[in-house]
């Protein structure tokens, strides 16, 4: 045990947000797509953490190779790398079986109604810092309808490849971190069978 205590799921929780509250947000490109603003306070954004099979920033920059052939770091593993291994350390403790390779790591970030792009299934998110609204709004269409979650200090499954969902109006400060697998890292990842020394992922974990 490195970062947190164990049996103490709340005090983790708040260490966890020790670390997300060092970060300055910013948006990602991807998820600029999904919502359409500008703000360079730090304050707001959507960042994936973790991997990615693209190898550019922009056209002249170049991202960080990673363990696996054909992946590299994302932009917020390069300006994080310690958060990789923080992140894995509370998911081993709390998830254990749950398998993930990417983060996503949002500060009151507003969240449109939405699938998650076909190649991301069940994914867990977990709700951090002092707000209120915020809520997760998860459409189970047949299998259930609407329903609302509070997600602060508490962590929700579910398939956002699957069924819509958003998040409503924040006030105060929120950060939610998404664990999710996907598919084409995984095959690389299981296809080189490298070993990561970031300690965000090995491909031991990933079947
Ligand atoms: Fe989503």
Redesign the pocket.
């Given at each position: 045990m490195k970062y947190f205590n164990d049996n103490d799921f709340l005090g983790d929780c708040c260490i966890l947000q020790s670390f997300l509250e060092e970060m300055r947000f910013y948006s990602g490109s991807e998820r600029l797509r999904v919502l359409k603003h500008s703000n360079n306070s730090g304050n707001i954004g959507s960042m994936l953490y973790g991997y990615t099979w693209k190898g550019y920033l922009s056209p002249t920059k170049k991202r960080t190779a990673a363990p696996w052939k054909g992946l590299f770091e994302t932009k917020c593993m390069d300006l994080y790398p310690e958060f990789g291994e923080v992140a894995r350390e509370f998911a081993d403790l709390y998830f254990p079986t749950f398998k993930w390779c990417n983060l996503?790591l949002n500060k009151n970030f507003p969240?449109p109604p939405?699938?998650?792009s076909t190649n991301v299934g069940t994914?867990i998110i977990i709700g951090l810092g002092d707000y209120r609204g915020g809520k997760l709004f998860v459409d189970f269409a047949e299998d259930g309808g609407i329903r609302e979650f509070d997600i602060r200090g508490e962590m929700v499954k579910f398939d956002?490849s699957k069924y819509r969902?958003w998040v409503s109006d924040i006030e105060g400060d929120r950060y939610s971190v998404?664990f999710f697998n996907n598919s084409v890292i995984e095959k690389k990842m299981t296809a080189y069978n490298s070993v990561s020394a970031s300690g965000v992922n090995n491909a031991d974990a990933v079947p």
């Open positions: 996503q969240i939405h699938f998650d994914s956002g969902h998404v």
